[in-house]
């Protein structure tokens, strides 16, 4: 069994920071792709950023094209989302989601087959 575990999620302030990490245990595991999604109450739970283990190439939303980065640790197994200039309406539960049935970048939520329980981040204004 594969588990995702997210950290580093909490409250700050409008223009602020937070850097969520996901670390995968279990079984050997190997990911092709690793991403955040975040939802809201009454909303989608979307795609903000994705990364495919083999290469590097990432995938960001429009929303969060130049304030977040999302980052691997090879070794650790490991996922990164740094979130800089954090606004209001990024307040939502993230979570941390990986697959390992396509050769290519995945998009799609119903592609990820590995989940976390998702981390709450709060931004104030």
């Known amino acids: 069994q594969v588990q995702l575990q997210e950290s580093g999620g909490g409250l700050v302030q409008a223009g602020g920071s937070l850097t969520l990490s996901c670390a995968a245990s279990g079984r050997t595991f190997s990911s092709s792709t690793m991403g955040w999604f975040r939802q809201v109450p009454g909303k989608e739970r979307e795609l903000i950023a994705a990364?495919?283990?083999?290469?590097?190439?990432?995938y960001y939303a429009d929303s969060v094209k130049g304030r977040f980065t999302i980052s691997r640790d090879n070794a650790k197994n490991a996922v990164y989302l740094r979130m800089n200039s954090l606004k209001p309406e990024d307040t939502a539960v993230y979570y941390c989601?990986?697959?390992?049935?396509?050769?290519?970048?995945?998009?799609?939520?119903?592609?990820?087959?590995?989940w976390g329980q998702g981390t709450q981040v709060t931004v104030s204004s």
């Open positions: 990364i495919w283990w083999y290469g590097g190439i990432t």
């Open positions: 989601a990986a697959t390992n049935r396509y050769s290519t970048i995945q998009y799609e939520r119903e592609k990820y087959n590995y």
